[in-house]
């Protein structure tokens, strides 16, 4: 059993020091990656896998190498948000690929880009043609950010001098059955309120709702555990005879 015992207590620690160490370094490394960032990541993986795996007498000189590296890389991090031309060393800089609908070919060969890449990227953007595009920025991260030509870009209220409501985020209220009182602190209402509302709409119980919001036009949204449809949407095939 010394085996089990020692594969145990080494995975438990690499997975509290990956845990740590990623919360240590941010978001980004569940965001979208830079180049950078996608380096970094693959390094620490591997770090943390060789602490996982190391033999006994070299689980605190890997445990040191993973400590070290991730030290360089916060420190680097700090440095970078301290220091632009740094950080424009390490992370790079947007690209431009097309300017008025024109393929900038010496631009997309310095970063090894290819037309397939470009394509791709226009298209899920909802760009078919080139023509239309006036500018194309491939960032650092790797997303492609298209502007428009104005001709093509679809009407917004601001373009017909319409007035519209503010829009802000919703606030949730109820989750799995749960009241979060402290939104409704937030928002200057109480239980009783919540309560009203839910018996309004034929609800005896915060437990019977999964989700609950409120807009931020005053709407409270709800959804219950039981849905009721009586002619749900089936988009699978399980349903269609053999």
Same mark, same amino acid.
């Given at each position: ?17 990956v845990?740590?160490?990623?919360? !240590?370094?941010g ?24 602490? *996982? ?14 400590? &070290? ?9 700090? *440095?970078?948000?301290?220091?632009r031309?740094? $950080?424009?060393?390490?992370?790079g800089?947007?690209?431009?690929? +097309? ?8 631009? /997309?060969?310095? /970063? %090894?880009?290819? /037309?397939?890449?470009? !394509?791709?990227?226009? %298209?899920?953007?909802? +760009? ?9 920025? !491939? ?30 985020? #919703?606030?949730?209220? +109820?989750?799995?059955?749960?009241? @979060? ?12 309120? &919540? @309560?009203?509302?839910? $018996? $309004? ?10 989700? *609950?919001?409120?807009? #931020?036009?005053?709407? &409270? ?5 039981k ?16």
């Open positions: 059993m010394d085996w089990f015992v020692e594969s145990t207590w080494k995975t438990v620690l690499a997975f509290a020091a845990l740590l160490y990623a919360r !240590l370094l978001k980004e490394q569940i965001s979208q990656l830079t180049f950078y960032d996608y380096v970094t990541g693959i390094t620490f993986g591997n770090l943390a896998g060789q602490l *996982a795996f190391s033999e006994d007498n070299r689980v605190f000189e890997h445990f040191w190498i993973l400590t &070290l590296f991730v030290g360089i890389a916060y420190f680097l991090a700090y *440095a970078t948000t301290k220091n031309p740094l $950080r424009k060393l390490i992370e800089e947007p690209t431009i690929v +097309i300017h008025n609908g024109k393929i900038l070919e010496q631009n /997309m060969k310095k /970063m %090894r880009y290819n /037309m397939e890449n470009l !394509l791709t990227q226009l %298209r899920e953007k909802d +760009i078919f043609r080139i023509s239309e595009v006036e500018y194309a920025i !491939l960032e650092t991260n790797g997303v492609l950010s298209v502007l428009p030509k104005s001709q093509h870009r679809p009407l917004t209220p601001g373009d017909l001098s319409l007035p519209t409501d503010y829009q802000g985020l #919703s606030s949730e209220i +109820i989750v799995d059955g749960v009241v @979060i009182y402290p939104n409704l602190e937030q928002n200057e209402l109480d239980e009783q309120w &919540l @309560i009203r509302e839910l $018996r $309004r709409r034929g609800i005896n119980s915060p437990q019977e709702v999964f989700y *609950a919001s409120l807009e #931020s036009d005053g709407n &409270l949204y709800i959804d219950i555990r849905d009721n449809l009586e002619h749900p949407v089936d988009v699978t095939d399980s349903r269609l005879p053999k």
